[in-house]
């Protein structure tokens, strides 16, 4: 299987800039899809980012559209480490952030969907202040 540890989550003001990272190990090799997921206090868990692990190009990479502009998704494949770099951060950008990895392709709407990812990490903490 395939572990995943984030780091990176702070506390930074509102406009402020943050970068995550999602280190993996294990059977990475398999990895066809890896995304960025948040969930806010007393929220459901939403998408944020994708990407394709296999055959990346900044056209395989998906952004929601609170997010897009602001947020991008990028790989270290020779780290193994997948990042999120944050920027023009607001206060309800403030949640868990959880690193997650496919282990068979994603087409579509099928990247945005978290039970479609097989392994996940245990989140950082985000918080934007005003």
């Known amino acids: 299987q395939v572990q995943l540890v984030e780091s990176g989550g702070g506390l930074v003001q509102a406009g402020g800039s943050l970068r995550l990272s999602c280190a993996a190990s294990?059977?990475?090799?398999?990895?066809?899809?890896m995304g960025w997921f948040r969930q806010a206090p007393g929220k459901e868990r939403e998408f944020v980012a994708t990407?394709?692990?296999?055959?990346?190009?900044?056209?395989?990479?998906y952004y929601s559209d609170s997010v897009k502009g602001r947020f991008t998704i990028s790989r270290d494949s020779a780290k193994n480490t997948l990042y999120l770099q944050m920027g023009s951060l607001k206060p309800e950008d403030t949640a868990v952030y959880y690193c997650?990895?496919?282990?068979?392709?994603?087409?579509?709407?099928?990247?945005?969907?978290?039970?479609?990812?097989?392994?996940w990490g245990q989140g950082t903490q985000v918080t934007v202040s005003s």
């Open positions: 990407l394709n692990w296999i055959n990346w190009s900044a056209r395989s990479t």
């Open positions: 997650a990895a496919a282990g068979g392709p994603l087409y579509g709407e099928s990247r945005l969907r978290d039970e479609k990812y097989d392994f």
């Open positions: 294990g059977r990475t090799f398999s990895t066809f899809a």
